[in-house]
């Protein structure tokens, strides 16, 4: 079951989405859903003895492409809808033990390409106006599977939080005639102290208005909306940048770095979004390795994030981190 | 089966199989190589189209 419910306060959905829990028999302790199958062995998701990268409809989606009716009627007030959408996960690999941050390059980049592929796939669905690429890692953020993987969700309408960016870059254009981003970038680069990586084609920053202590925004230096916009050559920066800042993660502490990692692009609802500019941002949880940073009253009742921490120094402490990304052009070209 | 493949400029050919899961769902397996096939292709037939989205398209 999953339907949509207008939130008539904020001014937006909330998706409800229950499961029945259809399993009938315990799987073996160490038993991985992600991993392959294993001849012989307890069936996983994947009834393949090995895969490279896999994408599938996840089990218990939020939204599904064929919703049922919702379970409550709406009112004027209170309208509802089905909760139609896709909901698919992303297995980077199948190295159980492995992190995207731990994959060479070379597999950030055919992932690269396969998210475009998504992208380009679910834009076409006319009931999609919305692709929103992430990943969730780390048991601190309630990841309970560790095996590599990440997710996408197709949204049937602009989620606030971009839409509030839209608003804000198309304010901006009529205000100056210039992109936000754009702009925002060329002060990142103007003063130089938050910026963590950069290559040929993307910057990474802790930008300005961080709201997490190691909260990292990777934005291509050309105006461009969406992963289908990047050359080949972007394609490779941009695995390559993300593998800066992931390997750059798991340095500062010794450990597997938790974050929430989302792709913010253009709707694909048809409008024209030629004020919009591509990005990536991080939201980890950690501000030390040891403690967390909680949503807490302010940002979760008020929506006012207090970051303790200075976004100059923080990214000076993440750029002592980063190191130069090597291609094997064996492995992956 | 069909699996499709198209060239990148530059790029090594990334190869695409969807297969559907008993329950209707559909899984997408994704492959790079040289090898029209792609490297990891298993010998069972299995039957392509479930109740996925969107059509197949040829440019991968
Ligand atoms: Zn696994
Ligand atoms: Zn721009
Ligand atoms: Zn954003």
Same mark, same amino acid.
């Given at each position: 079951?999953?339907?949509?419910?207008?939130?008539?306060?904020?001014?937006?959905?909330?998706?409800?989405?229950?499961?029945?829990?259809?399993?009938?028999?315990?799987?073996?302790?160490?038993?991985?859903?992600?991993?392959?199958?294993?001849?012989?062995?307890?069936?996983?998701?994947?009834?393949?003895?090995?895969?490279?990268?896999?994408?599938?409809?996840?089990?218990?989606?939020?939204?599904?492409?064929?919703?049922?009716?919702?379970?409550?009627?709406?009112?004027?007030?209170?309208?509802?809808?089905?909760?139609?959408?896709? @909901?698919?996960?992303?297995?980077?690999?199948?190295?159980?033990?492995?992190?995207?941050?731990?994959?060479?390059?070379?597999?950030?980049?055919?992932?690269?390409?396969?998210?475009?592929?998504?992208?380009?796939?679910?834009?076409?669905?006319?009931?999609?106006?919305?692709?929103?690429?992430?990943?969730?890692?780390?048991?601190?953020?309630?990841?309970?599977?560790?095996?590599?993987?990440?997710?996408?969700?197709?949204?049937?309408?602009?989620?606030?939080?971009?839409?509030?960016?839209?608003?804000?870059?198309?304010?901006?254009?009529?205000?100056?005639?210039?992109?936000?981003? @754009?702009?925002?970038?060329?002060?990142?680069?103007?003063?130089?102290?938050?910026?963590?990586?950069?290559?040929?084609?993307?910057?990474?920053?802790?930008?300005?208005?961080?709201?997490?202590?190691?909260?990292?925004?990777?934005?291509?230096?050309?105006?461009?909306?969406?992963?289908?916009?990047?050359?080949?050559?972007?394609?490779?920066?941009?695995?390559?940048?993300?593998?800066?800042?992931?390997?750059?993660?798991?340095?500062?502490?010794?450990?597997?770095?938790?974050?929430?990692?989302?792709?913010?692009?253009?709707?694909?609802?048809?409008?024209?979004?030629?004020?919009?500019?591509?990005?990536?941002?991080?939201?980890?949880?950690?501000?030390?390795?040891?403690?967390?940073?909680?949503?807490?009253?302010?940002?979760?009742?008020?929506?006012?994030?207090?970051?303790?921490?200075?976004?100059?120094?923080?990214?000076?402490?993440?750029?002592?981190?980063?190191?130069?990304?090597?291609?094997?052009?064996?492995?992956?070209? | 089966?069909?699996?499709?493949?198209?060239?990148?400029?530059?790029?090594?050919?990334?190869?695409?199989?969807?297969?559907?899961?008993?329950?209707?769902?559909?899984?997408?397996?994704?492959?790079?190589?040289?090898?029209?096939?792609?490297?990891?292709?298993?010998?069972?037939?299995?039957?392509?189209?479930?109740?996925?989205?969107?059509?197949?398209?040829?440019?991968?």
């Amino acid at each position: 079951m999953s339907e949509l419910r207008w939130n008539p306060l904020l001014g937006e959905w909330v998706a409800t989405a229950t499961h029945r829990q259809e399993r009938t028999f315990l799987p073996p302790a160490d038993y991985c859903p992600l991993c392959p199958t294993k001849p012989g062995g307890f069936p996983t998701e994947v009834p393949e003895s090995t895969y490279d990268i896999v994408v599938f409809l996840n089990r218990f989606p939020s939204l599904r492409p064929d919703p049922a009716p919702p379970a409550v009627e709406g009112t004027e007030l209170f309208p509802v809808r089905p909760g139609i959408g896709v @909901c698919e996960v992303v297995l980077y690999t199948p190295n159980h033990d492995s992190s995207l941050a731990r994959e060479p390059v070379e597999q950030i980049h055919k992932l690269v390409r396969v998210w475009t592929d998504r992208f380009r796939e679910l834009e076409k669905l006319d009931y999609v106006d919305y692709v929103f690429i992430f990943e969730n890692k780390g048991e601190a953020i309630g990841v309970t599977l560790s095996h590599p993987h990440g997710q996408i969700y197709a949204y049937p309408f602009i989620p606030p939080h971009i839409a509030t960016e839209l608003k804000q870059s198309l304010d901006h254009q009529a205000a100056t005639g210039r992109c936000l981003i @754009c702009d925002i970038l060329a002060e990142e680069r103007r003063d130089g102290r938050r910026i963590v990586a950069e290559n040929e084609s993307f910057v990474a920053t802790i930008p300005f208005y961080a709201r997490y202590p190691y909260e990292v925004h990777i934005m291509p230096a050309r105006h461009l909306q969406a992963l289908t916009d990047m050359s080949v050559n972007e394609q490779r920066d941009l695995a390559s940048i993300i593998k800066m800042v992931i390997a750059a993660y798991d340095r500062l502490f010794d450990i597997s770095f938790p974050y929430m990692m989302m792709m913010h692009q253009r709707p694909t609802d048809g409008a024209p979004y030629d004020h919009y500019h591509f990005h990536i941002e991080f939201y980890p949880p950690l501000r030390t390795k040891t403690k967390l940073k909680y949503l807490a009253g302010s940002e979760s009742g008020a929506g006012l994030f207090i970051n303790d921490t200075l976004p100059e120094e923080k990214a000076a402490e993440l750029r002592a981190h980063v190191t130069p990304v090597v291609w094997d052009e064996r492995r992956g070209r | 089966m069909d699996t499709e493949s198209t060239e990148w400029t530059r790029e090594i050919p990334m190869h695409r199989r969807r297969i559907t899961l008993a329950d209707g769902r559909y899984m997408i397996f994704y492959t790079f190589g040289d090898d029209a096939a792609g490297p990891d292709r298993p010998a069972s037939e299995r039957r392509e189209h479930g109740d996925a989205p969107g059509t197949e398209e040829h440019h991968v």
